[in-house]
């Protein structure tokens, strides 16, 4: 699916806090939940944004349409995302700021490997570090020109739980139906990642562990019916999430 929104922007704020008026930002991700935190982080700093949720979707859009900010996220459904930045890195005309990101630090040398300007590391929830991370990389009058206002950019942002819920709705699809190996291993580091800008330590240590598993090709039936049943867990306990 490929969601494509235009953020509204609120036209009486004071240029410093709209830094990225003006610019688009197409984020390539996975989950609702960082999509949605995404969202909020644009729609604060003034930029419209659209969104991907697989390579196939994000290179269907560029075919059509030229981003301002490109985010990806590197673990996909359909492929790795740093096969995509290395693409747009390599494109002319080239996307003025590419971005990648991820819940592991470790991922940032291959990101910048790839063609990127910059990484940003999950959660991304800051809103000055979001901004930083743009406007670092985008034309020099623009940042002079729009810098930020820091007493307007304390506050992390707080995505909507049920677009959490919707995560784990998409993760227990995966977890009951398919035998898929890949699609394992997809769904174990995608619920680290989510579980980890959550701040649901549980689920995020469970979903790494059974990822590690499957990593040293060791017996993952036990590891993944207990991340599954935590899954079924926060799908039951919706009332406590909202």
Do not use: W
């Not at 989950?31 to 949605?36: E, I, K, V, W």
């Not at 063609?115 to 979001?130: E, I, M, N, Q, Y």
């Not at 406007?135 to 739980?161: F, K, M």
């Amino acid at each position: 699916m490929d969601d494509s929104n235009a953020c509204a922007v609120n036209l009486t704020a004071a240029p410093g806090q709209l830094p990225l008026l003006g610019l688009t930002v197409l984020v390539v991700e996975d989950s609702r939940f960082a999509s949605d935190a995404m969202r909020m982080l644009c729609l604060r700093s003034g930029a419209r944004i659209r969104r991907a949720d697989r390579l196939a979707a994000a290179r269907r859009h560029l075919k059509t349409y030229r981003p301002s900010v490109l985010v990806v996220d590197l673990g996909l459904p359909d492929g790795s995302g740093l096969d995509l930045i290395a693409e747009a890195a390599a494109a002319v005309p080239r996307i003025r700021v590419i971005l990648g990101t991820s819940g592991d630090p470790a991922a940032e040398a291959a990101v910048m490997a790839a063609g990127a300007d910059g990484f940003l590391p999950k959660p991304v929830t800051s809103l000055h570090r979001f901004q930083e991370a743009i406007l670092a990389h985008a034309a020099p009058g623009r940042v002079a020109a729009a810098a930020p206002d820091r007493t307007h950019i304390d506050n992390p942002v707080e995505p909507d739980p049920l677009a959490y819920l919707d995560d784990m709705l998409q993760a227990a699809e995966i977890l009951c139906e398919s035998t898929d190996e890949v699609m394992l291993d997809y769904v174990a580091q995608f619920l680290a990642g989510v579980a980890r800008i959550a701040d649901d330590a549980a689920l995020a240590e469970a979903a790494s562990e059974l990822a590690r598993i499957r990593a040293s090709g060791g017996p993952a039936a036990s590891g993944t019916a207990r991340v599954a049943g935590l899954v079924q867990e926060r799908l039951r306990d919706r009332g406590s999430m909202l």
